[in-house]
């Protein structure tokens, strides 16, 4: 048995070894076909069947209807806004008046700090009898897009004359002083672009900044030094100065502090590493400079070095909507290209007018802006020292700012601590002041504290009471 | 629907080319001729670079006379057109003390609150004197004034929710109130063809965002059942929220939404549903309430009502209707409400006094006059361009038709013609409207009389015959018919 198979497996070896060492039985091309080529080539063959076969993958099966019908009752999704506790149930006090410097607030009467009414502008005559002429010639709406017949006559003086107030070629007015920021950003910065801005911009400017989806790189607020730094950054960074859009956002007056922004410190930054700037001056349109022409006319910076200036018109004054301004070029590109401007209905004809009348009055009575400086100043003496609180805002702002001394460690608290301040000094002295309220959507990293909007139309009387009640809530709270 | 018919469709793509190759040459010339004028800003970017500006410097520009038309008087059904002139063919245009007065077909006025009314203008004078023009603050520190609960209560019970709350524009209602209401890991189911500010406001929430085909409500379906199936791209989670979001009348086509069969669907998959009446409140509706009454949807159905009072009241601002738990989330975390200026408060007292005429609580029936006026104008301007041979879009009942222009150049020779016989119209193209569907928009409001309607139709057709926009004449009646008549007879 074994020497049979011990035969064979001879057999087989000698006529493997018989092929491989056959003689030459045919020259192709020089080659001499040897029976070790022919095994070779089979070889060969084999490999390459099996390369092209596709590997092996387990079939991939799409659900089945069944099982989407599964999935779908099974989804359960979160309520769509969560729970309220008690204390999101407050109400904000009602006002039964106009919002001068005393208004009726639930039934008694108060002293106003919560309206941003600089000029004192609310209830003044002349302003009220334009505003009635135009209702009655207007209506009250403008029902209509800029573009579609909303252009009204009081729309294109507005313009003419807010350019003519602050010097520059020519304005852009918009229906509401939030939308002024977050349609202006996004029409100038695209993706691809740089923003520099302060971190202590407020929410409009950071929802602008977000919808542009530019690269947005942020500084320290009101901090040059760390301007100077990041714009250095991100200049020696950038490859392609010719096609990279650049600009530094910030506000003439941050709502969020008080503070105001160094102009001209700023302005010879972006001249050295040639940014574009957007500034803000929905707070200092009317209360900084000379003439109330903001912030420019204060640090004695020529307007045309300004590349846009934004403000709102809800502030000093006492109307509503916003404009921007700028250069030729900028004005025009918004006209088609500004998302608030081009889909939505235009500023109400009355508001319009309102603004003419207020930027007359302010070019025919600049000694309110010195009524408003003393009472900023008597207020911000009076209350240098509250216990517990300190004034963190900048001399001259008419946003007084002041934030508890020491911080207990937590936002929630901090805002307990306040607004029982804020509520105490209302019922018990009947003076309105306001703390500073944070959406959760807000990503302003600045503390919170309490506000108090001064108006060249208080009186002193207004203000000592103001201080003295602060100074006793805050001594009966904090301590 | 739009039936774009082939030879029309050619002749626009070769339009548009011819224009874009003028603009080509047009800019190299320029390129040449003004590289030698020194730029003052040197080392910057210009604002616009290469083709982004194209369309507005080489093909808006021609026509910028027919937009943005300045007027002098209310919008109300006619009014003073202020004549422009350019020096500097159409580059730059120039006011002139010349006004004419035209029908106005354009603003959207549809219950004819837009100029002084009897009722409302008094009384709105009455707040101007005892509240002044603003409020100069934000709802929650002191901007918060009677008129504003007041109106409140009375949006939320006549749209039929329990609670509701004020904005003062509508833009800003929907650009703020999205991203309270969803963040990331949520997902907006949007119409196709969804307002910008409602684009704007999902694109701010940092959402996911998926579009489904305009009013059709089996894609709808299918869209929903492989998102949900399929959970968050890339981990497969399951989302959080879902929110479909579609408007009642869409402003550019005219058409009703397809409410209760898109309600039933997000009911069954247990999604939650947005509404955005803007057009629609007010305008159509027996007494005014908008598509949920003319559907016959139950207002419960839907969980966020939003609208308006820019079209209807003859006012400024927007709403936000939904159940009280809702709304007082909003109060808490929206940032239009605790950002930015209330709203003023005769703009206000104008919408209060704008519901109680609709409502008939000023002890006339002005309202439902006006109602039944708008349905009525509405119904026969559309038939009276239909049997012109027009071709007109929208659905019966929405006081929104558009007329089909489809050809670049016959949008600024309608628009002209039109106005040189005192008739004001809208003409609406790119970027607003997909590039070969241009259009002219007729806004019917009830402040047009019957005579107003005829002189306009007659003034469209005769403009229509001379531009040749009447793309689907129709058929005079066959003798075969007239001899039916005489048998039945």
């Keep these: 048995m074994a020497s049979e198979i011990m035969n064979a497996t001879a057999n087989a070896l000698v006529w493997i070894s018989c092929t491989f060492d056959a003689p030459t039985r045919a020259v192709v091309f020089g080659v001499p076909i040897d029976g070790h080529l022919v095994v070779e080539v089979l070889l060969v063959v084999v490999i390459l069947f099996q390369l092209t076969r596709k590997s092996y993958k387990p079939p ?41 410097p005393h208004a009726i607030v639930d039934g008694k009467e108060v002293v106003n700090f919560a309206s941003a009414n600089y000029l ?39 313009e003419a004359k807010i350019a003519k107030f602050l010097g520059t070629p020519d304005s852009i007015l918009y229906s509401y002083g939030i939308s002024t920021i977050f349609s202006v950003i996004p029409a100038f910065c695209k993706k691809g672009d740089i ?76 001249e050295k590493y040639r940014f574009r700037i957007i500034l803000d001056e929905s707070h200092s349109f009317g209360v900084l400079g000379n003439s109330g022409r903001g912030l420019a006319e204060y640090c004695g910076v020529p307007i045309e070095k300004i590349d846009i200036i934004t403000a709102g018109m809800g502030n000093a004054l006492a109307t509503d909507g916003g404009f921007c ?23 109400p004809p009355y508001l319009a007018s309102a603004a003419i009348a207020a930027v007359n009055y302010l070019e025919a009575n600049s000694s309110v802006l010195s009524d408003l400086r003393a009472n900023i100043a008597t207020l911000l003496n009076e209350l240098s020292n509250v216990p ?42 009947s003076v309105l002041i306001v703390t500073t309220k944070r959406s959760n959507l807000d990503k302003c990293p600045l503390p919170i504290g309490l506000r108090l909007f001064v108006s060249a139309s208080h009186s002193e009387a207004d203000l000592l009471k103001a201080a003295a009640s602060l100074k006793r809530v805050a001594s009966l709270v904090l301590s | 629907m739009v039936r774009l018919p082939y030879l029309t469709a050619l002749t626009t793509l070769l339009s548009y080319g011819i224009l874009f190759v003028f603009g080509q040459l047009r800019d190299l010339f320029r390129k040449f001729l003004d590289s030698s004028k020194s730029n003052d800003l040197q080392g910057y970017a210009p604002i616009c670079l290469g083709l982004e500006d194209f369309y507005t410097r080489r093909l808006y520009l021609r026509i910028q006379d027919c937009f943005g038309r300045p007027i002098s008087s209310a919008p109300d059904a006619w009014f003073d057109v202020v004549e422009r002139y350019s020096n500097d063919n159409n580059k730059t245009l120039q006011r002139t003390e010349k006004t004419s007065k035209c029908l106005n077909l354009g603003a959207y006025n549809y219950l004819g609150f837009a100029a002084a009314d009897e009722y409302c203008t008094p009384r709105v004078i009455q707040t101007l004197k005892e509240y002044s023009v603003s409020t100069c603050s934000v709802r929650v520190d002191g901007g918060t004034t009677k008129l504003h609960n007041e109106l409140e209560e009375l949006v939320a019970r006549f749209v039929g929710k329990p609670a509701a709350i004020l904005f003062g524009m509508g833009y800003v209602t929907n650009s703020a109130i999205i991203p309270a209401l969803v963040s990331k890991g949520s ?72 409410l209760p069969e898109i309600i039933a669907v997000c009911k069954k998959y247990k999604v939650y549903t947005y509404l955005d009446e803007a057009h629609s409140i007010g305008a159509v509706g027996k007494t005014g309430k908008g598509v949920c009454e003319l559907l016959g949807v139950d207002p419960t159905d839907i969980d966020i009502m939003m609208g308006t009072f820019t079209k209807s ?32 408060p005769p703009a206000v007292q104008q919408v209060i006094s704008a519901l109680q005429v609709i409502l008939g609580e000023d002890g006339t029936n002005r309202g439902a006059k006006k109602l039944a006026q708008i349905r009525e104008n509405s119904n026969f301007f ?18 929104v038709m558009p007329i089909m222009l489809y050809n670049p150049a016959k949008i600024p020779a309608f628009s002209r013609e039109c106005l040189n016989q005192n008739v004001a119209v809208v003409t609406v193209a790119f970027p607003a409207t997909p590039l070969l569907l241009a259009r002219a928009r007729i806004c019917i409001s009830a402040a047009h009389t019957r005579e107003d309607l005829i002189k306009g139709l007659e003034v469209i057709s005769k403009v229509g015959d001379l531009v040749g926009i009447k793309y689907f004449p129709v058929e005079p009646l066959k003798p075969q018919k007239v001899i039916e008549l005489k048998k039945i007879e």
């Excluded at chain 1, 942020?218 to 950038?238: C, P, W």
């Excluded at chain 1, 025009?332 to 290209?337: A, C, I, K, T, Y």
């Excluded at chain 2, 041979?389 to 659905?395: C, I, K, R, Y």
């Design chain 1, 60 to 100: 991939k099966k799409p659900l089945s209807e069944k099982e989407i019908d599964e999935l779908c009752d099974d989804w359960v999704p979160d309520p769509l806004t969560p729970q309220i506790s008690e204390e999101m149930m407050v109400e904000p006090p009602t006002l039964e008046s106009a919002a001068g």
């Design chain 1, 120 to 158: 004192g502008l609310i209830g003044n005559e002349n302003i009220t009898d334009s505003c009635a002429g135009a209702l009655e010639k207007y209506g009250v709406g403008s029902c209509g897009p800029r573009g579609f017949y909303g252009t009204i006559d009081v729309h294109l003086d507005c």
């Design chain 1, 195 to 270: 923003i520099v801005a302060d971190e202590g911009v407020h929410w409009a400017v950071q929802n602008g900044l977000y919808l542009s989806r530019s690269t947005v790189v942020y500084f320290k607020h009101n901090d040059m030094k760390s301007l100077e730094a990041t714009l250095e950054k991100v200049t020696s960074r950038s490859k392609h100065p010719e096609k990279v859009r650049r600009y530094i956002v910030s506000e003439a007056i941050y709502q969020n502090s008080g503070q105001i922004a160094p102009l001209d410190e700023i302005v010879r930054l972006k």
């Design chain 1, 325 to 347: 301004t700028g250069s030729m070029r900028v004005v025009d590109h918004q006209r088609l290209s500004s998302s608030g401007y081009v889909f939505s209905a235009s500023l």
């Design chain 1, 388 to 429: 517990g609180l300190v004034v963190t805002s900048h001399l001259l702002s008419p946003i007084i700012f002041l934030k508890l001394k020491k911080s207990t460690g937590s936002d929630k608290t901090d805002m307990h601590l306040l607004d029982s301040i804020a509520n105490q000094v209302l019922k018990e002295d």
């Design chain 2, 187 to 258: 997902l907006i189911i949007s119409d196709s063809l969804n307002h910008n500010s409602i684009v704007n406001g999902a694109r701010g929430s940092g959402a996911t965002v998926r579009v489904f085909q305009h009013n059709s409500p089996s894609h709808l379906e299918d869209l929903l059942r492989e998102q949900i199936a399929h959970g968050q791209p890339r981990t497969h989670r399951p989302w959080k929220k879902i929110v479909v979001i579609i408007e009642g009348i869409y402003s550019m086509e005219g058409e009703l939404c397809n």
């Design chain 2, 313 to 344: 009241f003859g006012s400024c601002g927007g709403y936000i209707a939904a159940s009280k738990e809702i709304i007082q989330h909003l109060k808490q975390t929206c940032p239009a409400h605790l950002y930015a200026t209330s709203m003023s």
């Design chain 2, 382 to 399: 559309r038939s009276e361009l239909q049997k012109m041979g027009f071709e007109v879009l929208g659905d019966n009942d929405s006081p």
